[in-house]
């Protein structure tokens, strides 16, 4: 492993001691940050495929309504009705933090449905429908809210492998020969020094 190229002294040596500490601290904190993102990761991947399963199964059930009451009323008729619907208020999105993360909340309230319509339009299978969409808005808020975060989540996961490996592979091994470097070549210096100082005394007169 290569080592940093920086002149042999003690205040080096002390330097580059004090900055392999340092990344060795980090790696441990980068390890505990994984592990809590893939755990996460892992509880809201749970929470992802049952929240898919039921939209799916609400998607079927408002396409399988749908159809009836288009049916019934006809594509046009359904067309009108569908611009006599009010839109509902907006989700109110909030954020909460995971190790850094930020990762939204989303507050929709669910609609209740009220016709607004007369009674001379629309049909209980048209009412139904419109029920049934409205239950897949609100599960899509939900998938929306658990997606993003999965996403933010691995994303972030990723980067703090990345940084991990390059602390563990490179960082680490690089600073770590650099200190056994400046030992061993302090170490040689002073047995030099040593050994010069020796001579100087031996040749000294009495």
């Given amino acids: 492993m290569a080592r940093l190229h920086v002149p042999v002294t003690k205040s080096n040596l002390i330097r580059i001691k004090e900055e392999l500490r340092f990344a060795r601290e980090g790696k441990d904190l980068l390890t505990l940050k994984r592990e809590v993102l893939v755990m996460e990761l892992m509880r809201l991947q749970d929470d992802a495929i049952q929240a898919r399963e039921e939209l799916d199964q609400l998607l079927a059930e408002a396409y399988n309504a749908f159809s009836m009451a288009a049916m019934m009323e006809g594509f046009d008729g359904m067309?009108?009705?569908?611009?006599?619907?009010?839109?509902?208020?907006?989700?109110?999105?909030?954020?909460?933090?995971v190790m850094g993360v930020i990762v939204p909340i989303v507050k929709a309230k669910r609609r209740d449905w009220q016709p607004t319509y007369g009674l001379a339009h629309g049909s209980a299978a048209s009412d139904h429908t419109i029920q049934r969409f409205m239950a897949v808005e609100h599960k899509l808020f939900e998938v929306a809210e658990i997606e993003t975060a999965?996403?933010?989540?691995?994303?972030?996961?990723?980067?703090?492998?990345?940084?991990?490996?390059?602390?563990?592979?490179?960082?680490?091994?690089?600073?770590?020969?650099?200190?056994?470097?400046?030992?061993?070549?302090?170490?040689?210096?002073?047995?030099?020094?040593f050994y010069q100082l020796k001579l100087i005394k031996g040749g000294m007169p009495r």
């Fill in 150 to 193: 999965i996403y933010r989540l691995a994303a972030e996961t990723r980067k703090t492998l990345r940084r991990e490996r390059a602390l563990e592979n490179i960082f680490i091994p690089q600073y770590r020969e650099t200190v056994r470097f400046l030992e061993q070549s302090l170490e040689e210096k002073e047995r030099e020094s």
């Fill in 79 to 97: 067309e009108r009705l569908a611009l006599a619907i009010a839109e509902g208020p907006p989700p109110k999105i909030e954020e909460r933090s």
